[in-house]
């Protein structure tokens, strides 16, 4: 495995990459990455879901950061090396409530978005999702399988969307020769994900903190692997520095169903609180879990953030945060 060096102009200055999406839970973990790395990092992000708080802590000159809705347009001012399109809501509960901004972001963003790339001969990076496999009849999934979507059903927005935005870019690659990389993205977890993000582990450990019971959706048996956010940010970077072109798999091949992702938060957490079952969401994918053969044979990755060492560092953050809202302070602390 080789992985290119960032790309440096003759007058020695350095990288600089545009993440789109910037200010979200996974938008902000790269912008601290690539900064440690000695990047000029530009954040835009409209802020439909994302938050300034999750990147009010960097005080590096080399960053700045744009409020901005990339479905409409992206205007960057001077050079631009490495372009990461991470713009989009990505939790269900998201998705459904803004429909129509999901299907823009994935079509008109990522044309603006690839616009810009082939403008400035930037390297461009498309962050898709284990979603265009669907409820997948392939188990694990490779990037070789095509899935099984709904495309009219209520996932269809985000499922859609990602599958329109992997065809155009693609397309850009093969019309127009821009490098181009589709990371689909398996569940992710870790610090600054929001306590009403509305994915299984926010919103069991929020409930566990609080001493609420723990929704669990159908009987639980449903499957998802979880990949640590720092993982997943040096998949990213490797995957972006890479020769490769097509689709690859990041996340964690390690599976688990939610009732089991639900006992082990109410051990971590010390809750005690109960678990109560509620109907399955329409088109709720059965199993999920990557085949990770090409990650690890083309970027030597694979995850290496144990599921309790990461469980525990996420928990340790909702602590904080749950610590600082006045209404679930008593509550928190009967869950401790």
């Known amino acids: 495995m080789t992985l290119r060096s960032p790309r440096r102009s003759r007058s ?7 993440i789109t999406g910037g200010a979200g839970f996974l938008g902000s973990h790269l912008c ?14 409209n802020l439909l879901t994302g938050s300034t708080d999750n990147i009010a802590h960097i005080r590096d000159a080399s960053f700045s950061f744009i409020q901005q809705d990339v479905a409409n347009y992206i205007y960057i001012d001077g050079p631009v090396d490495y372009i990461l399109h991470f713009a989009s809501p990505a939790s269900p509960r998201d998705y459904l409530e803004h429909p129509i901004q999901t299907l823009k972001v994935g079509s008109l ?28 009849l392939e188990h694990p999934q490779k ?39 589709i990371a689909r993205i398996f569940n ?19 409930q566990a903190l609080t001493g609420r019971p723990l929704t669990v959706f ?23 520095m890479s020769a490769h072109h097509g689709p690859m798999n990041l996340g964690n091949p390690v599976e688990l169903s939610l009732m089991e992702m639900a006992r082990t938060i109410l051990r971590l957490t010390g809750g005690k609180g109960r678990i109560v079952h509620r109907p399955l969401p329409t088109d ?31 928990i340790g953050y909702f602590r904080s945060r749950l610590a600082d809202r006045p209404g679930d302070r008593s509550r928190s602390r009967k869950a401790r």
């Not at 399988?145 to 690659?173: C, I, M, Q, S």
Request: a positive charge; glycine letters at 10%.
């Open 12 to 18: 020695r200055r350095r990288p600089r990459v545009l």
């Open 32 to 45: 601290d990455s690539f900064l440690a790395k000695g990047f000029e990092v530009v954040c835009v992000d």
């Open 109 to 136: 963003g990522t044309h603006k978005a690839l616009g810009l790339a082939r403008a400035k001969k930037a390297t461009f990076l498309l962050a898709s999702t284990s979603e265009v496999y669907g409820d997948p």
């Open 143 to 181: 990037e070789s399988y095509w899935g099984n979507v709904n495309p009219v059903g209520p996932r269809g927005v985000y499922d859609e969307a990602k599958r329109f935005a992997e065809a155009l870019t693609v397309a850009y690659h093969s019309a127009h020769g821009i490098n181009t990389k």
């Open 188 to 206: 992710t977890y870790g610090p600054r994900m929001r306590l009403q993000d509305g994915r299984a582990i926010p919103a069991f450990m929020s």
């Open 218 to 240: 159908g009987d639980g048996s449903q499957t998802r692997s979880f990949c640590y956010i720092d993982d997943l940010v040096e998949g990213i970077y490797r995957l972006l």
């Open 284 to 314: 709720d994918p059965k199993v999920r879990q990557p085949d990770i053969s090409l990650a690890r044979r083309s970027l030597g990755w694979e995850p290496r953030v144990s599921l309790h060492k990461g469980l525990t560092r996420t």
